[in-house]
T-cell receptor, first 111, second 117 residues
Framework: ELKVEQNPLFLSMQEGKNYTIYCNYSTTSDRLYWYRQDPGKSLESLFVLLSNGAVKQEGRLMASLDTKARLSTLHITAAVHDLSATYFCAVQETSGSRLTFGEGTQLTVNP | NAGVMQNPRHLVRRRGQEARLRCSPMKGHSHVYWYRQLPEEGLKFMVYLQKENIIDESGMPKERFSAEFPKEGPSILRIQQVVRGDSAAYFC???????????????FGSGTQLSVL
């Protein structure tokens, strides 16, 4: 059974600081997704990482994928309050047809 | 192009009643996924459907839960004889093709918050 683990689960940081969220998964996959969820809202797609070494950037967020290490990172640069949300990674098994989600990282950016 | 539409947004049921959750996928999307989210937890896969067919229901509880996606109309997640443990947010997501085809991603609805009294 595919397991997806994120850490940290809770992250409180100050505006202007950098930090990284980690997503580890247990079986072969070459496709990983990052989503953002605001309280009481739905999930918004941030990134789709399709191959080993893939790196994508959007604003202050950058995601990368290392399929050999079964690890993805979401790096936050110079955080701002608007980035406060819960971030989920989700992994699709190579032969699967569904996404398995991590527990989520609840990010709070303090002014 | 409207997004994935779920209704109702909030549903309150007493123990033993039935809950029916509806999901209309985005226009042109024929693949629907249902996920459940418990408080402070990630999303757990329940079922994957393609028009008129259940493709993967491995995440569905064996009893009381059923799902359908008819040729016409929305996808329905039905929970019979609800219990307090069914209280959760239920999210529907859709895609034009199955996940894994090219660079498809899921588009999520706003969810239905089910509360069982």
């Amino acid at each position: 059974e595919l397991k997806v683990e994120q850490n940290p689960l809770f992250l409180s940081m100050q505006e202007g600081k950098n930090y990284t969220i980690y997503c580890n998964y247990s079986t072969t996959s070459d496709r990983l997704y990052w989503y953002r969820q605001d309280p009481g809202k739905s999930l918004e797609s941030l990134f789709v990482l399709l191959s080993n070494g893939a790196v994508k950037q959007e604003g202050r967020l950058m995601a990368s994928l290392d399929t050999k290490a079964r690890l993805s990172t979401l790096h936050i640069t110079a955080a701002v309050h608007d980035l406060s949300a819960t971030y989920f990674c989700a992994v699709q098994e190579t032969s699967g047809s569904r996404l398995t989600f991590g527990e989520g990282t609840q990010l709070t950016v303090n002014p | 192009n409207a997004g994935v539409m779920q209704n109702p947004r909030h549903l309150v049921r007493r123990r033993g009643q039935e809950a029916r959750l509806r999901c209309s996928p985005m226009k042109g999307h024929s693949h629907v996924y249902w996920y459940r989210q418990l408080p402070e937890e990630g999303l757990k896969f329940m079922v994957y459907l393609q028009k008129e067919n259940i493709i993967d229901e491995s995440g569905m509880p064996k009893e009381r839960f059923s799902a359908e996606f008819p040729k016409e109309g929305p996808s329905i997640l039905r929970i019979q004889q609800v219990v307090r443990g069914d209280s959760a947010a239920y999210f529907c997501a859709s895609s034009p093709n199955r996940i894994g085809y090219f660079n498809e991603k899921l588009f999520f609805g706003s969810g239905t918050q089910l509360s069982v009294l």
